[in-house]
């Protein structure tokens, strides 16, 4: 079993990938980021089991993001958790038609991020090992 998380995020705001790492920080994960789409895939794509979650941004492009790890076989299973602005039942919807297994509304809180992040790393290392 690993013995640090890693957890993938992906904003394209600098204030927002800081955040979520200072939180991040307090249960002690490993992290990496990207600002955008492409970059966040070619991380993935580097080392396909390297990351137990994604923190995905929904608006940059999120969805198609998204998308493309889930139809990749080896990446599929990594859980994604959307962080959005959007409040709206369509954006959320879609994104669990994807394939997001939870989303966190922006700006979040702290402990919120860190209890859905470590049971969604709970639930797939279950899964993995």
């Not at 990446?75 to 966190?104: C, E, M, Q, R, W």
């Amino acid at each position: 079993m690993k013995q640090k998380p890693h957890v993938l995020i992906v904003d394209d705001v600098v204030e927002n990938i800081q955040v979520a790492m200072n939180i991040l920080k307090e249960d002690n994960y490993d992290f990496s980021f990207a600002m955008q789409g492409l970059e966040a895939i070619s991380l993935i794509e580097q080392d396909e089991t390297k990351f137990d979650l994604i923190l995905l941004d929904i608006m940059m492009p999120g969805f198609d993001v998204c998308e493309k790890i889930k139809n990749n076989p080896n990446t599929k299973n990594i859980p994604i958790i959307f962080l959005t602005a959007k409040v709206d039942i369509d954006a959320i919807s879609k994104g669990f038609s994807l394939g997001a297994v939870d989303y966190i509304i922006k700006p979040f809180h702290a402990e919120e991020l860190l209890v859905r992040v470590r049971k969604h790393i709970q639930l797939y290392w279950a899964k993995k090992y």
